[in-house]
Structure formats: C-alpha cells, structure tokens
Antibody, heavy 121, light 110 residues
C-alpha cells in the first residue's frame, strides 16, 4: 500500500522559506514512470498544482511559482522535499504530497493527509 | 483564476445523472488525453476518479464516467447518490509539461 506523509512547520513568517518533507512508503522511487509532487489548497479554494519530481530526477514547476519553488529528493531514498521561498500570507493552506504513475495517466492516485501551513508574523 | 473553467455548482435528485464540464484550451484539455477528475468531500483529501479523460482507477464506481470533446472535458455521474455530494475538480496536463486544476464544482444531491 502506497502512503505519503508530509511533515514541516505549521507556522512560518512572511518572507521566510517553507521547507516541507514527504516520506514515502509502499513503493520504490526508482521505479520507472513514478513521480512525487506537491499540490496546495487554500481554505475553501481549489487545489493548485505546484511541482513534481520523477523517478529519473526530472523536475517540473508551476510556471507562476517557478522562481520560488524547489523540489528535490531527500537525503534518504524515501523522501521528497519542497521548499517555497519568500512566503506570503496568500501561500497559506494545506500542502499535499502526491504520487503519480504512468499507469494512471499521471493522475494523482495517492495523496498524503496534508500539512497545514499558516503564514503570519 | 483557474485556467480550467468549471461550473460553480450542479445539482440533481437521487438516481438522476448529472454532467460537470471542464473547459480549457488547445494548450491543455484540447491538446492531451491527460485529463483527470477528483472528488473531495468536506475536510477530506481529494480522490482520483478519472484519468486519461475516461479511465477509472480500480475501486471507483462505474457510475462515474469521463469524456472529452475538443477543449472541453466532462464528468458524468449516473444514478446520483447522497454520498456523491462533494466538490469535484478537473485537472489537465499542459503545454508547459505541468498540470493545472479547475476551479471546482459543488455537487448537491437534492
């Protein structure tokens, strides 16, 4: 069973950098055609796709946020890290780690429980 | 403002069929088969319902079906049930090799 678990701060100050980690289990990130990404959702609003990193280390970023986002594989094989620079109150919301595979057309077939982030001084 | 346009709300009575549209452009919905649909109940995590605009992951009811014509994708829920009351979001692959979501549709079962 594939599971994803997000971890990171619940509160960051404006202009700070947010660092979120996603711990993966139940699959190998070295498996071809697998991707792990991030989606965020402000309260009461639609999800917003942020970034994805693939098994081959290929990375994609939302064009509107590209300058502020960095996605990497963590120090361990079962971790993916997202950093969001220069946080602003509009960046508050729930940040989800997501799994995708070509087997389901790169649809986001597994979601973590989400990490709620507040941005306030 | 979302790149993909969905109606804000759709409603129907139990047993009826409803259709949710997702309008984009040739740079997203119209250009790729990679259109997904997600269901989200209040306070819950989104769940993948449809991928490749018409395929269902295992475990998803056959009452959910997807289609696509030109720049518009659609999700149809047949035999509407009370538990179908939720938010529904479409998502599409784009010409920049990224993904976008629609603004969401609230489905109400009357």
């Amino acid at each position: 069973q594939i599971t994803l678990k997000e971890s990171g701060p619940t509160l960051v100050k404006p202009t700070q950098t947010l660092t979120l980690s996603c711990t993966l289990s139940g699959f190998s990130f070295s498996t071809s055609e697998v991707g792990v990404g991030w989606v965020r959702q402000p309260p009461g609003k639609a999800p917003e796709w942020l970034a994805i990193i693939y098994w081959n280390n290929d990375k994609r970023y939302s064009p509107s946020l590209k300058s502020r986002l960095t996605i990497t594989k963590g120090n361990s094989a079962d971790q993916v890290v997202l950093t969001v620079a220069n946080m602003d109150p509009v960046d508050a919301g729930t940040y989800y780690c997501v799994h995708s595979t070509s087997a389901t057309g790169d649809g986001l077939d597994v979601w973590g429980q989400g990490a709620t982030v507040t941005v306030s001084s | 403002q979302s790149v993909l346009t969905q109606p804000a709300s759709v409603s129907g009575s139990p047993g009826q069929s409803i259709t949710i549209s997702c309008s984009g452009s040739s740079d997203d919905v119209g250009g790729y088969v990679f259109v997904s649909w997600y269901q989200q109940h209040p306070g819950k995590v989104p769940r993948l319902l449809i991928y490749d605009f018409k395929s269902r992951p295992s475990g998803v009811s056959a009452r959910f079906s997807g289609s696509k014509s030109g720049n518009t994708a659609s999700l149809t829920i047949s035999g509407l049930q009370p538990e179908d009351e939720a938010q529904y979001y479409c998502s599409s692959y784009t010409a920049t090799s990224t993904w976008v979501f629609g603004g969401g549709t609230t489905v109400t079962v009357l």
